[in-house]
T-cell receptor
């Protein structure tokens, strides 16, 4: 199965600043997904990162707030822009697990605290 | 879009007893239903999944059943053990895209 390296694992940021989260996969994957998990809550899909095209955002999430890059089939970044305390959350990337497999694997997550 | 409902939100069972978590989905085009286990401070881990052309799947103490007509699926854990304590999420994927939509989760407590 695919192995995902996500960083940073955690950060404490000042409001109004931006943080870029990186996900590196050890194999080529067509799609990468970015999720947010607020404390004690479920996983909410932010966007799907497509290689070679703009990301597809879910309702309630916009590119200006969460710009995503996908420069190749093994790497993606999510930026949380102009942060406020409400952005404090865990952010996770996910990829489909292996060629042809239906399962999805998650990165270890980035715990973001905005103060 | 797809909507996944999950219940109960919290479940406590005696060690050795069985636990059942139920989910319903809204989009009849959904064709894949994974279950994830998330321990405190860790990433979600896939524990079992089922495709829409199968009614039941079992892996040791864990089983999942799917009723396509009723659009609901369930996770069954038998002979529960302390290490089964965690949050469990059901999810659904539609055939026309690759995204997974999650239920709100069930916090399972295994009581000694």
């Amino acid at each position: 199965s695919a192995v995902i390296s996500q960083k940073p694992s955690r950060d404490i940021c000042q409001r109004g600043t931006s943080l870029t989260i990186q996900c590196q996969v050890d194999s080529q994957v067509t799609m990468m997904f970015w999720y947010r998990q607020q404390p004690g809550q479920s996983l909410t899909l932010i966007a799907t990162a497509n290689q070679g095209s703009e990301a597809t955002y879910e309702s309630g999430f916009v590119i200006d707030k969460f710009p995503i890059s996908r420069p190749n089939l093994t790497f993606s970044t999510l930026t949380v822009s102009n942060m406020s305390p409400e952005d404090s959350s865990i952010y996770l990337c996910s990829v489909r697990q292996g060629a042809g497999a239906q399962g999805y694997t998650f990165g270890s997550g980035t715990r973001l605290t905005v103060v | 879009g797809e909507n996944v409902e999950q219940h109960p939100s919290t479940l406590s069972v005696q060690e050795g007893d069985s636990a059942v978590i139920k989910c319903t989905y809204s989009d009849s085009a959904s064709n894949y239903f994974p279950w994830y286990k998330q321990e405190l401070g860790k990433r979600p881990q896939l524990i079992i999944d089922i495709r829409s052309n199968v009614g039941e799947k079992k892996d040791q103490r864990i089983a999942v059943t799917l009723n396509k007509t009723a659009k609901h699926f369930s996770l069954h854990i038998t002979e529960t053990q302390p290490e089964d304590s965690a949050v469990y999420f059901c999810a659904a994927k539609m055939n026309r895209d690759d995204k997974i939509i999650f239920g709100k989760g069930t916090r399972l407590h295994i009581l000694p």
